[in-house]
Structures are given as C-alpha cells and as structure tokens.
C-alpha cells in the first residue's frame, strides 16, 4: 500500500511510524490519560484498515487526520491535544523553509503529484524539472509575498484555485489568438532579427512554426492560429511556380501547353501545401519551448473566413492536406504512426460543408474519418455561434478558441470593426462550487450567502491577476506585444490599454456543477428539477461577471474551466473537509464545469442537447464531448453525430481511443486496472504490459489530447467513462 508523502514521494505505507507518533505522544501525558500498548496497535491497525479501503493513495496530512480521529474515539482527548501540538510544531519546522524539499524530489524524478501534474509535460526531462523548478519558487514567492493570505488560504484548501500560480511572480498572461495574418503580411521580428513577408506557401508555414514557438515561451496557456492567414501564400507560390516552370521548357527549347502547364503547375504547388503543412504538424510536436512542452497550439480550418472563392479553394486544399496527415499520424521512437498531442485542430461545420451536395462536403467525410482514427478535429458549429457571439451592432461572429477552450467575447475596434486575432485572456480563478454546495448543508439561503461570499473572494483574486499584468512594459514580451502577435506597441510602452475595454478578457471559472446540484436538490442535472437550479447558478456566475465587467470596464467573463490535476486536488480538500457524501465526494474526482457526470447513462445527442442550454452560458469559453467507441468502421454515425453539433451546439467534440503498446505491438485501447495497493495502472489487455514508458496512450481528458498520463482521480474518471454512442 502506497503513501504520498510531503515532499510529493511516494513510499510504502509505514505501521510503525504511526506507533511511533501515538507512542511520543502518549509519553508526554499523565498516565490516566495514556492509551496502552494494544490499544495504540489497534488503532494503527485501524488507520491501516481505512486506507487499504481507499482507491487512491492517501498523503500525509490525511492520514494524521485518521490517527487523530482514532484517538479521538478511544476518549483519549488529552492524547489527542498533545498530538495535535505536535503536528502542530512539525509544521511550523517545515515552513521554515517551503521549496526545497519539492525541488530536490522534482530533480530525483520521484514526486508522483508533479509526476501527473500536466499531461503533456514529462518530469524526467531537464527543461521540465528547470520549469517546475522555476514554478516552485514563483509559487513560494506568490504565497508569501504577492497573494493576500485569504486567497492563499482558499486556494490551498480548495475553496478556489488560483490557476498558475507557478507563472504568477512573471508579468505573463493566459491565452492568444494570434494575429498570424498581420506577422505574415507587414513582417514580424523574432529574437532580434527581422521576417520579412515570404515569397513563398513552404516559407510562410516554416515562419508560422517560428512564431509559434516564441509566443509559446512568452506566455504559459494555449494559442491559436488560422490556416485562413497562410492561404494567400498558395498563390504566391503558384506564380513563382509557374514562372519557373515555363523558365524551365524555354531553357531547353519546348513548348508546352496551357493546360500542360496548369497541370504541372497545380502537382507542384499540391507538393509544396503538402511539405509545408508536414513541417507544421512535425515541428510543432518537435519543438520543445521554454516550459518543456511541445506549444500548446490550436489550428483552425474555417472556410467563412476567406477572403474570395480564389483563396477558399486553396484553403480547402490546405484543410484537407492537414486532414490526411492527421489521420497518418506521427511515428513514435519505433516508427509505429501513433496519434500526436498537437496541434490541436478545430473544423467549423457550416452550410457549404455540411450537407451531401455541398461543394466541400468532402472535407467533411475526411473530418469525420480523423476524428474515428485520431480524435481531431473538435467541431465548431456556425450556425449556432452566429446566434451566440453577437457583436454591439447586433452581428454574429464566428472564431476559434484560444487554445482548448477559452473564447473572446465580441469586440469591436475603434473603426467599429469587429477584432479577433491579436486578442488575449489575462487569467483564470475557479470557483468549487461543491465546497459552497457542502458548506450549505443543504440550506438553500445558506447556499446564495455563501456564493455571494465565494463570488467576492474570487473577484479579489481576479483583480489581483489583472493588476499582476498593470504597468508590463512591451519590452517583457516583444513577439507579442512590439512585433504583432497580439499588438504594434513601442519599446517602453505599458499594455494598459489592453487590458480594459474588452480588448482581452479575464476568466472566472466554475467546476463541480454536477455535484452541487445533486447535493442541493437531491436530482440530477439531466432532471428537469436539477436542471433548472443548474441554469440558475450559472445565471447567477453571469450577473456577477457582468456587475464587475460594467463597474471596472475589464471584460470578466464565464469560464467552464478545464480542470485536469485540480480534479483530484479539489476531490481530495472536500473530502478532508467534509467526509465521503455519496454522490458527491465518493470519488477522487470532481465534474468539470457543466458536464453530466462521466458515468452517467446517457445518449450522445441527448447529452449534446442539454449540455448546449449551459453551453451558451459559458460565453469565456467551454466545450461538450461524446465518448464513443472505435468508429473507424462506422463513419456514417460519426457524420451524424457532427450533423447533429450544427444543428444544436456551438462547439464539441467526439472522444475514440487509439493506443499503442510497444512490447507486443497492440493498436486499440490500453486499459486501466486496479493494481498493488489500490493504485490505477495502465495494462495491454494483449501481452499484460503495464510498463507506461512501453506504450502511447492518448486520451481527451480537457478539451485536448493527453499523453504523459494523469494522476490517480483524473485517471479514475478516465476509467470510469461510460459510452455515448
């Protein structure tokens, strides 16, 4: 049976140390008021006991919290008090110093939190372990110096989380929509060089690569680009081709044809789309930026956005080039083609691709065919955003997110036109809304006290992301801020204008819906009952947003935050707090924002459908999935499923699974078992490998696709998926 240590090690549970603690304990008290030899054996016996019972490994902290109840139950209150100051002055000794402990573990690769902490970051590698590094010095300095200790407090136990807090002593921010078009056309400057608009399609993909990478290590979310920026260069690249290939035939005395000419013109400029979106695809997942990841970075392939039939007919080349690599794949370190993390690819669903006689309906099939064998594209609908992202003038707008999840409110600039690419978020903070659930005791006045409480410590912290970012000077980030990414500013110049008006948005999010209503009103969100008073908090989320964005002129807005390590942090305080509920604490896992719990029976297009009624009131962002199971021979149902997301929801998306296991060369779905001492564990149901550096396991755990695997509740949740299809 595994224990978590302190300093984030895990080690084999310790009976003696348990006996050892009671019996130091049990000295310093009268003898009336000692607990005898078998009654301290009993009672570590018990606390062993309980955490054989648990489904994850217990740390520290919980289990002294089991000891101290144990003896508690034997009448020993003067025992329990000595014991308590002992814990008491332990930890005052341990604060004396906060970071260094964490740090030595994260170079000796052996702290199992930090381990699973991000599914795309692997912790044995030198540029990780010097990010987390840098991240538990910026976290020390944040709890001591820059937080105000009840924000501190109320992150720590769970009440809120102040997302990365890891970055917060650097002036940096969350999320872009790069302004690829404006770097590609008038030029950029990356590291001190300038980039001149290139004369060519391959050119412009391997800039757009460059860009990528730099605006990746001047911020610590996601990114998003549009393949609408690189088309143009199609045509660039088709003159410069045909220029050179009738240079090629007078050199040599011949004549060729118009329609020869077209022909030869049109395979090589199909050649140079295909070796640029290739060095796309591959130098996103090779470049490693200065937080040790691949760049969390978004593509979006919307044929709306071009300018005239000429560029939309190249763009669809691109869309389906990128749709072919895709479904390929990359080859891991044995040359198997396994499905890659990034980039992320979003396809929007509109009239001219939708239907069987449209003209791009093919694309399509193709989208479809991906998202069976790789699990890309997610599908942004038109039709509903349109209805959804009205500007002031009353105009409907269609976007990407920026990253996984994040969505721009409408904006328009001052020429009054409306403004996307070159906007950002500034942060996040996430309200758990179980924990104001518990601490109501079922108390439904209770419960809006408490919001209205948990409502203003939020609007704190998020004011102090907001003022962490007041007064950064251009000079922190010049890809973003001098040379187009997100602004033209002069060297010296503050970002302060961008921070107001709706220029950037901030983000508060909200996790644990599901729980909260099934506590408060004993039904479900899929129950009309339940459903209402699901609504009704998040309207509330919204009238909060909207009171501060009026009164402060920052455009606060709703977030259905993407929890994925936070899960099992949140899962783990509310039981330590207030027990096991069934129903609502009984798993090491919390629902992330309005989603209907994982295990709950339900079809996809009645999922799609409700989920769509909270969707809407997520206008910061947010994102429904269906779990199916391996649809490569059923693309018909998975075309149905994406007809059904234009018809009814802004923006979705259609988990598979598609595993490789190295020793015996399995390709389907590695599953999860219960192991040794209660820890989940990866096995090949064909050889019984359980080796997790012997396989590739991809899973949608966020919005985005994982592969570095997950801690013990976000693998929980994982494992207990049911299917919607």
Avoid at 160 to 169: L, W
Avoid at 280 to 286: H, L, M, N, S, W
Avoid at 510 to 522: K, Q
Wanted: proline content about 2%.
């Amino acid at each position: 049976m595994k224990i978590i240590k302190r300093s984030g090690i895990e080690t084999e549970f310790d009976l003696d140390k348990i006996i050892g603690a009671v019996k130091k304990a049990n000295n310093e008290v009268i003898e009336q008021d000692r607990l005898t030899e078998d009654q301290i054996a009993c009672l570590a016996n018990t606390v062993q006991y309980i955490c054989s019972k648990k489904t994850r490994a217990l740390n520290v902290e919980e289990i002294q919290d089991l000891v101290e109840n144990e003896i508690m139950r034997f009448g020993a209150h003067n025992l329990a008090r000595t014991y308590i100051t002992y814990r008491y002055k332990r930890q005052l000794l341990r604060q004396s110093n906060t970071t260094d402990d964490q740090i030595l573990t994260l170079i000796e690769c052996n702290n199992e939190e930090v381990k699973q902490e991000n599914s795309n970051k692997n912790p044995t590698v030198n540029s990780v372990q010097r990010d987390y590094i840098a991240g538990e010095v910026s976290k020390d300095i944040t709890k001591r110096i820059l937080l105000p200790q009840d924000i501190v407090h109320a992150h720590e136990t769970g009440v809120i989380h102040f997302h990365d807090s890891d970055y917060y002593a650097q002036h940096m921010h969350n999320c872009d929509l790069v302004n690829l078009e404006d770097m590609l056309q008038n030029g950029t400057v990356i590291s001190g060089t300038m980039i001149e608009k290139p004369h060519s399609f391959s050119t412009a993909c391997n800039i757009a690569t460059q860009i990528i990478a730099q605006v990746a290590s001047s911020q610590y979310g996601g990114q998003s680009i549009s393949l609408t920026h690189l088309a143009p260069f199609v045509q660039v690249s088709r003159e410069k081709i045909t220029r050179e290939t009738i240079e090629e035939f007078s050199s040599v005395g011949a004549k060729i044809s118009d329609e020869d000419l077209s022909k030869i013109v049109e395979k090589r400029v199909r050649d140079e789309i295909r070796r640029g979106i290739q060095t796309i695809q591959y130098q996103v997942v090779t470049l490693m930026t200065t937080n040790g990841q691949a760049p969390f970075i978004t593509v979006f392939m919307y044929l709306g956005e071009a300018e005239n039939e000429r560029v939309k007919d190249d763009l669809a080349i691109m869309i389906e080039e990128t749709l072919l690599q895709r479904i390929k794949g990359v080859k891991n370190e044995k040359g198997v083609y396994i499905t890659p993390a990034f980039p992320k690819l979003i396809y929007v669903l509109e009239e001219q691709n939708i239907h069987e006689d449209s003209k791009y309906y093919y694309l399509t099939k193709l989208a479809a065919e991906c998202t069976a064998k790789r699990m890309v594209p997610d599908y942004i609908s038109e039709k509903v955003m349109l209805n959804l992202k009205k500007d002031a003038n009353g105009d409907g707008h269609c976007y990407t997110c920026m990253g996984c999840r994040s969505f721009l409110t409408p904006y328009l600039d001052e020429n009054g036109k409306p403004k996307y690419y070159g906007r950002f978020n500034q942060g996040v903070v996430t309200v758990n809304l179980v924990d104001i659930a518990l601490s109501s005791r079922k108390n439904m006045e209770e419960f809006w006290k408490i919001f209205d409480e948990r409502m203003e410590l939020c609007h704190r912290a998020l004011q102090c992301r907001h003022e962490r970012l007041t007064g950064t000077l251009s000079d922190a980030a010049p890809i973003l801020w001098q040379h187009g990414a997100l602004a033209r500013l002069q060297p010296g110049e503050t970002i302060d204008k961008l921070l107001h008006g709706g220029y950037s948005t901030i983000s508060l999010g909200y996790a644990g819906l599901w729980e909260t209503v099934f506590y408060m009103t004993g039904k479900k969100l899929t129950e009309e009952e339940g459903k209402e008073f699901g609504l009704a908090v998040m309207r509330k989320l919204n009238e909060y947003t909207g009171m501060w964005k009026k009164a402060e002129n920052i455009d606060y807005s709703l977030y259905g935050t993407p929890l994925e390590s936070t899960t099992y942090k949140f899962a783990k305080s509310l039981q330590k707090r207030f027990g096991v509920v069934p129903g609502v604490t009984d798993k090491n896992y919390i629902t992330n924002s309005y989603h209907i719990h994982v295990t709950e029976e339900i079809d996809a297009f009645s999922k799609l459908s409700l989920e769509s009624e909270f969707q809407q009131l997520s206008p910061g962002g947010a994102i429904s999935y269906v779990e199916v199971p391996n649809m490569q021979h059923n693309i018909p149902a998975v075309l149905k499923v994406m007809k059904f997301i234009y018809d009814n929801i802004m923006y979705a998306e259609l988990n598979t699974k598609s595993d490789y296991c190295q020793v015996c060369g399995y390709n389907g779905e590695i599953r999860i078992i219960t192991g040794e001492g209660g820890k989940l564990i990866w096995e090949c149901p064909k050889c019984g490998n359980i080796d997790q550096t012997k396989m590739n396991v991809a899973r949608r755990t966020c919005g985005y696709i994982g592969t570095q695997y997950w801690n013990q509740g976000r693998t929980q949740e994982i494992k207990e998926r049911v299917l919607h299809l």
